[in-house]
């Protein structure tokens, strides 16, 4: 595949999000991109199949946030609070924000304010108002990749991806898998809804999962698959838990093939039953009132 960026006569830069898809080498989009005098930036919400094997410096990358959850062991979502720091290339540090450590020569480190960024960091665009973040995360990320080591977090990326693998070649002679035959994927098996009998969607697959014990994979993302079904396994998962998950979901897609009227009404062991989402999203109710008789 070739990447050739759209460019006017004043090209800026170029978004890239670490995906599990076809997609052309990060170094030629870096290489096309700063050819074109702009920059590069990467999402990177999935560093899972990288962590530990490649130096997103050396990819071309000039600005990317690193999502410390499921790479590092942070909260993820309403498990919460998230946090992402954002890391800049040699060309960029210069216009990047106050305060900011420096290590020194003896190995201490000091911390640059706006009382030393005229003689030290005069490019940049000042101070951040929360440029704290979420310390809690920062140190339980710090402790997860000290403990692991290089070695360590080399070891994480394998197994993300052969579970990923492992999930993929589970299910795709039962799930749609679009992008199964360009080969192994990173680590994220991807499906489809394609194969489902009318009027059964991911939705009640991902329902269905509920009653079996699982929380649903991320559903109907990316955008570019109809009903996808993401399933980013990780490192952490043992193969006889990938089993049972594997069982469960080739359970659900052949009652999902065959028709099972019962699927569209999951969960039914839940504490709660299937909510109307739609509506749920076009008229919330964000305050409770109580019962209307007190």
């Not at 990749?145 to 299910?171: F, M, Q």
């Not at 009652?255 to 569209?264: F, I, Q």
Request: charged share 20%.
């Amino acid at each position: 595949m070739t990447f050739t960026p759209a460019r006017g006569p004043r090209p800026d830069g170029s978004a890239s999000t670490s995906c599990p898809a076809s997609a052309p080498p990060r170094s030629a989009i870096g290489e096309a991109v700063h050819a074109a005098g702009g920059f590069v930036y990467c999402d990177g919400a999935n560093f899972n199949a990288l962590v530990g094997k490649v130096r997103p410096g050396d990819l071309g990358i000039d600005a990317m946030h690193i999502n410390l959850h499921k790479t590092f062991s942070t909260p993820h979502g309403g498990g919460g609070p998230g946090s992402g720091p954002v890391v800049l290339s040699e060309a960029l540090s210069p216009f990047g924000p106050l305060p900011y450590t420096v290590r020194e020569v003896d190995g201490s480190v000091r911390l640059v304010e706006e009382e030393d960024a005229a003689a030290e960091h005069p490019q940049g665009f000042g101070r951040m108002a929360a440029f704290h973040g979420q310390m809690g995360m920062f140190t339980r990320a710090l402790a997860y990749i000290l403990s692991h080591g290089a070695d360590g977090l080399a070891r994480v990326a394998e197994d993300a991806v052969l579970n990923a693998n492992y999930v993929l070649r589970s299910l795709d002679n039962m799930l749609d898998a679009p992008f199964g035959a360009s080969g192994p994927c990173m680590h994220e098996a991807l499906f489809s809804d394609a194969g489902l009998a009318d009027g059964f969607s991911t939705l009640d697959i991902a329902k269905g999962l509920i009653d079996e014990g699982f929380h649903p994979m991320t559903v109907y993302f990316p955008l570019v698959v109809h009903g996808a079904m993401l399933v980013e396994p990780t490192e952490t998962e043992s193969k006889a838990g990938l089993d049972r998950f594997i069982g469960s979901l080739r359970s659900l897609a052949q009652r999902a093939k065959a028709g099972d009227e019962a699927l569209k009404s999951a969960p039914h062991f839940a504490p709660r039953r299937r909510l109307d989402e739609t509506q749920a999203a076009r008229k919330p109710v964000l305050v409770w009132k109580g019962d209307q008789g007190d």
